[in-house]
């Protein structure tokens, strides 16, 4: 069964310093990933994909991540945190050619950027 | 830029009854979805829906719940009999044709509480 997994269920970083947000997979087949946002009574935000090519994506707000196929992970980084970063952010995996159009998303990582 | 738009943002209802949650997804998607968030945790697939029809629903999504998309801009969820486990947070979303890698554009969600 594909799944997703985020195993933080919180992160705390000092502002200005570098973050990571941890997500790994399982699926069969090759994975259509995401990072989603959210914010206290908001919706999901969409931050990044990653669909083919390079290993390394860039999103918003200057955030990255990274695909490892070999430790199916795709880490969520920023170099440099700030306060404003604090939120719930959530990985998710769509299947590709599986013909299901639903995303499976993870149990999320509260970030917290402390000043 | 466009938005999916989701009303009421709260509803309060009392179990037995039936709800209808309202979305206008952005104007040119063609695949509509309904996740929904039990205190602010893991985001829980209910249903995807294109071309008129459902194309995939989870386990969660039993016969007290369907979906419609009466007259080309809105998408309806309705509970028919609540349950006080129903209690959650809906929300709709949307993406463009040709979806497998296209991220999912959220509204802010319908709060419904079941007393």
């Known amino acids: 069964a594909q799944s997703v997994a985020q195993p933080e269920d919180q992160v705390n970083v000092a502002e200005g310093n570098p973050l990571t947000v941890k997500c790994t997979y399982s699926?069969?087949?090759?994975?259509?990933l995401f990072w989603y946002v959210q914010y206290p009574n908001r919706g999901l935000q969409f931050l990044l994909k990653y669909i083919t090519g390079d290993n390394l994506v860039k999103g918003s707000y200057g955030f990255e991540a990274e695909f490892n196929k070999s430790q199916t992970s795709f880490h969520l980084k920023k170099p440099s945190a700030l306060v404003s970063d604090s939120a719930l952010y959530f990985c998710?995996?769509?299947?590709?050619?599986?013909?299901?159009?639903?995303?499976?998303f993870g149990t999320g990582t509260r970030l917290k950027v402390l000043a | 830029e466009p938005e999916v738009t989701q009303t009421p943002s709260h509803q309060v209802t009392q179990m037995g009854q039936e709800v209808i949650l309202h979305c206008v997804p952005i104007s040119n998607h063609l695949y509509f979805y309904w996740y929904r968030q039990i205190l602010g945790q893991k985001v829980e697939f209910l249903v995807s829906?294109?071309?008129?029809?459902?194309?995939?629903k989870s386990e969660i999504f039993d016969d007290q719940f369907s979906v419609e998309r009466p007259d080309g801009s809105n998408f309806t969820l309705k509970i028919r009999s609540t349950k006080l486990e129903d209690s959650a947070m809906y929300f709709c979303?949307?993406?463009?044709?040709?979806?497998?890698?296209?991220?999912?554009?959220f509204g802010n969600g319908t709060r419904l509480t079941v007393t």
């Open positions: 829906f294109y071309n008129n029809e459902i194309s995939e």
């Open positions: 998710a995996v769509r299947m590709h050619g599986s013909g299901t159009y639903k995303y499976i």
């Open positions: 699926v069969s087949g090759n994975p259509y």
């Open positions: 979303a949307s993406s463009e044709a040709g979806g497998y890698n296209s991220p999912l554009h």
